[in-house]
Nanobody
Framework: QVQLVESGGGLVQAGGSLRLSCAAS????????MGWFRQAPGKEREFMCG????????FYEDSVKGRFTISRDNAKNTVYLQTYSLKPEDTAVYYCAARLSYGTWSAKNEYDYWGQGVQVTVSS
């Protein structure tokens, strides 16, 4: 069955970094663009960044541009999120998602598959 499994989250001090991974299985990974979202307590799930099927293009929301980097390894069916200079306001559950169709990166309803999420907590 289709699975997206995030890992690499945890507790980190402000200014630190984490590398999140999302391992995909059960579908043809190279046919899907991938995105990372996050959801803080009491807030809507928000889009952070996306990467096209063969890494030819990436897109970042302003809130993470310059601090986060999305990448993918199609040989390993894995997408990554490297985070730098983390802030307490980056505390959230982080989700990866896969989309088959072209459209609006930030549109949650355009994604076909979602992971279960991984907690990232940034202490001040």
């Amino acid at each position: 069955q289709v699975q997206l499994v995030e890992s690499g989250g945890g507790l980190v001090q402000a200014g630190g970094s984490l590398r999140l991974s999302c391992a995909a299985s059960g579908f043809t990974f190279t046919r899907y663009a991938m995105g990372w979202f996050r959801q803080a307590p009491g807030k809507e799930r928000e889009f952070m960044c996306g990467i096209s099927k063969i890494s030819s293009s990436t897109f970042y929301e302003d809130s993470v541009k310059g601090r986060f980097t999305i990448s993918r390894d199609n040989a390993k069916n894995t997408v990554y999120l490297q985070t730098y200079s983390l802030k307490p306001e980056d505390t959230a559950v982080y989700y990866c998602a896969a989309r088959l169709s072209y459209g609006t990166w930030s549109a949650k309803n355009e994604y076909d598959y979602w992971g279960q999420g991984v907690q990232v907590t940034v202490s001040s």
